[in-house]
Every structure is written in structure tokens, then in C-alpha cells.
């Protein structure tokens, strides 16, 4: 308990902000699902046939997964809080429609003979008591609706829209359960606190409840105001999920804005690569930092064969295909080498006299394998293993932060790795050597846009300052720094900067 306290005094003004957004992401969303679905819903209940079709094909999204949701907008809409809202969205407007179908088609058919009989028009009738009978219901589905996008708003720290969910992926990559509960019950009680203000509202009059609607809607737009009026001489800089891509994409902001009179904003923590390179071709991002054999085994659509694992030729195939394929712009890569590799807990080598990776034919047939989704669907990953390797482990598919909760409390007893990741130092890990050469090179470099070179000429000389720069052991020593001794990822980067002489102590 006091770990939590402590955490959250220490980033109190970032819970703000995630509050914040949550907040706006929410809001928008749900009062943009009521906009849609009560008016459908009013005009569809006597269609029987329509109304049917109408619940049906809403239902339906529901049972879309969130995360496939926001993978499929991405190419669409980019990423940021745009394709959150549409995500969320989809799954407010069932509950919603229900509700208003149900509460309409509930009303006494009696009041509606009457009401013929006395002479009043359709929208007479909703004014006078069919909206008024009906509302309780309704409210109920907004409730839910209400619910239901607060909880799942937390994905959307997925996509670059922040939010509440950017604790709870900040604790899992760092292994820090203060930042996950930080996250989990901030959600849990403002989900509990609208669900009690819409029940308040519940059986209000209707025009009360669209007076509430509309000064939700005005704070909702006049919060999304600066971002509208947001200037152009802007680089966005985003980096995938862990401390690793996080300290490279300050390292990139504080190069940039040291030499160039640029504004850059960064977004950390995404965790694809697939996210990172759809928001990159679509215009959301101006740069990441991406690694040569991801390039050449994740980006290209041709069925690229490497020769050999040299890393200047992996290099130079992964620079001249990805400009080729997007006319993305790929930099000279740093020094570090970043590839994957497998680890076992050390107890568990000695047990079972593991050194590389063909001695795990040994325990093909009892050994449990926690792979990420990527590495498990990659030829440079599982698939490589069984064609190289001649290994069909029992494999286990997690996110690549709980991978090391899970080996190191023995409910896998083989991962993949990054050669740098701290964790195998705190985890007491040992990384089997790769015999057969599976994995390619793995060297981080910024990738752009060819259009962002043209309209940034500099860009390329100013980022190019980190090329043949950082070697695996300081690249694993910052990583330590941030994920173990809680250092902040730009703090790390300028210290490293600022000791290479590459920007100015103070600016």
C-alpha cells in the first residue's frame, strides 16, 4: 500500500493528463453512440424486419475484439484519439439501441390509440409521453454503454490516445504493479461514478437530460480546441512498447530539438510493430525507430532471402527495399545489437545441460515455450525454429512484458528475448547461443517518410548523429537505469547525449 501511495504522489500531474484523456475519449464517444443510436432506434421500432437487422448487425461488433478493432482503423484514420473514438463507438451503440427499442416498444398501445384519437402528430406524441416513458430504459443502455467504454477506453494508450491505459502498460512493461493498480482502479471507480451520476439521471425529465448532454458536448469540443490549433512546424516521434525504443525516441527529440527550431511531441509505448508502420504511411507519425531485421522479416511484402547475417548487408537490403515498397526513408542504424534471442532461467540450464539452442531438442517434449505473438508467427522467430531447428515446442502466446513475470515464476521455462533487455539480468536468465544462425541482425535506425526528408533536409544529418553510436552494453546499462532503478527514459537519453557532447547541457 505504500509503494501504491508513493507511486501515485510521484506521478500525480501524469494521472492528471491519463484522467483527462480518458475523460474526453469517453465522453465523445458516448455521446456520439446516443446521437446515432436513440434517433435510429425511435425511427426503426415499428419496422419490425429493420429493427431486427439493425440489433443484429450491432451485436455483432460487439463481439469484434477491441484490439483487432484498432488495428483495422489504423490504416484508415491513423492513430491518436480518432480511431479510439470510433473503436468505442462501435461497441456504445448496442446496448444503447436496445435500450431505446425496448423502452419504445414497452409503451401501452393504448396511449398510442389515444393519442391518434386526440388528433396528435408522431413528434406531438414523443414530446408529450413517449419519450418520457421510454427514458428510463434508455438511460439503462446508456448506462451500460457507459460502463462498458470507460473499461475499454484503456486500450486506447494502445494507438497514441493515452488515457488511464497508459499506467496499466507502463506497469506491465516494466513489471510494476503500484502503475498497473494506479491505472485498473482509476478506471474501475469512474466507470462506478458515471454509472451512479446516469442513474441519477435516469428518471429525470427529458429536457434536463438533454440540457446535461449538451454542456458534455460543449466541454468535450472545447477541450479538443488546441488540438485543432496545434502548429504545423511539428515532428511527431513514436516508439514501440518497452524503455528501449522510449529512451531512443528522446534521444531522437532532443537531437532535434537542440539543432532545429522544430516542435517535436513523442508517443511511447505502442505496442505493434504493425501499429507503428500503418500510422507511419498514413501520416499520424513523422518518425519511429525500427530495427534491420524487422524491416527485412515484418515490413516487406516481398519474400526477402538473406544471404548472409552480415549487418551492413542486412542494412543496405532493409534501406533499399523498404524505399522501393513505401518510399519510406530508412537512416544509417547505431551500433547496438538488439536481436532476438531464447532464455532460460540459469537453474533450469544446469538442470538440463542447455548451452545453445539445438540442446533444446533435450526437452522439446517437456519444456513449455511463453513466445509474443510476433515472435511465435515470424520466420525469424517460431516458424524459423521449426524449420532450422527442427524444434516443435509447446507454445504459450503472452504480450511481451508478462513473459518474464511468467518464466521467472516458472509457468514457462523457455522465452524470447532482446539481446539488451534488463530483464535478463534481473530475471537471472541465461540466453542459449543461436548455432544456426536463425536470427538476422537487429540494429535500430530512424525510419521516415521520403516526404518528411524533403520538407526536414536536416533531419537526416541531425539523426544521423547516432549512427555507428551506442554499443550493446550501454544500450543494456540504460535500460537497466530505466527499468530497474526507475530513472525516467528522457532523463537516461540526455545524460547519454550530453556525456557524447552530441547536444548542449543546457538550451
Partial sequence: MNDLIRTFTERKSEWFIALFEHLQISMLSLVIAVIIAVPLAIFFTNKKRVNEFILQITGIFQTIPSLALLGLFIPLVGIGKLPAVIALIVYAIFPIYQGTSTGFSEIDPSLEEAGTAFGMTEWEKLKKYKLSLAMPVIMSGVRTSAIMIIGTATLAALVGAGGLGSFILLGIDRNNSSLILIGAISSALLAIIFGILIRILQNKKPRIIFISILIVISLTMA?????????????????????????????????????????????????????????????????????????????????????????????????????????????????????????????????????????????????????????????????????????????????????????????????????????????????????????????????????????????????????????????????????????????????????????????
Avoid at 355 to 383: M, P, S, Y
Fill in 223 to 507: 477541450s479538443l480546441i488546441p488540438f485543432a490549433r496545434m502548429g504545423q512546424n511539428k515532428i511527431v516521434i513514436a516508439g514501440k512498447l518497452g524503455a528501449e525504443p522510449e529512451i531512443i525516441i528522446n534521444m531522437y527529440k532532443e537531437l532535434i530539438e537542440d539543432e532545429m527550431d522544430i516542435d517535436v511531441e513523442i508517443k511511447p509505448n505502442f505496442g505493434k510493430t504493425s501499429f507503428l508502420y500503418e500510422a507511419l504511411k498514413s501520416r499520424s507519425i513523422d518518425i519511429y525507430p525500427e530495427y534491420t531485421g524487422t524491416v527485412i522479416s515484418s515490413l516487406l511484402k516481398e519474400n526477402t532471402k538473406l544471404n548472409s547475417n552480415d549487418e551492413k548487408e542486412v542494412y543496405r537490403i532493409a534501406r533499399d527495399k523498404i524505399f522501393e515498397q513505401d518510399k519510406l526513408v530508412y537512416l544509417k542504424p547505431s551500433k547496438f545489437q538488439n536481436t532476438y534471442a531464447l532464455a532460460v532461467r540459469k537453474d533450469y540450464a544446469i538442470d538440463n545441460n542447455l548451452e545453445k539452442i539445438t540442446d533444446l531438442k533435450k526437452v522439446e517434449n517437456k519444456a513449455i515455450a511463453g513466445f509474443t505473438l510476433e515472435f511465435n508467427d515470424r520466420e525469424d522467430g517460431n516458424l524459423g525454429l521449426k524449420k532450422d531447428y527442427d524444434l516443435n515446442l509447446d507454445v504459450k502466446t503472452m504480450e511481451p512484458a508478462l513473459r518474464y513475470r511468467a518464466i521467472s515464476n516458472g509457468s514457462i521455462d523457455l522465452t524470447d528475448v532482446y539481446s539488451t533487455d534488463s530483464q535478463i539480468i534481473t530475471n537471472d536468465l541465461k540466453v542459449l547461443i543461436d548455432d544456426r544462425n536463425l536470427f538476422p541482425p537487429y540494429q535500430v535506425a530512424p525510419i521516415m517518410r521520403e516526404d518528411t526528408l524533403i520538407k526536414y533536409p536536416r533531419l537526416k544529418e541531425v539523426l544521423s548523429k547516432l549512427s555507428g553510436r551506442i554499443s550493446s552494453e550501454e544500450m543494456a546499462k540504460m535500460n537497466y537505469e530505466v527499468d530497474v532503478n526507475g530513472k525516467s527514459a528522457n532523463e537516461v537519453a540526455r545524460e547519454y547525449l550530453i556525456k557524447q557532447k552530441l547536444i548542449k547541457k543546457f538550451r
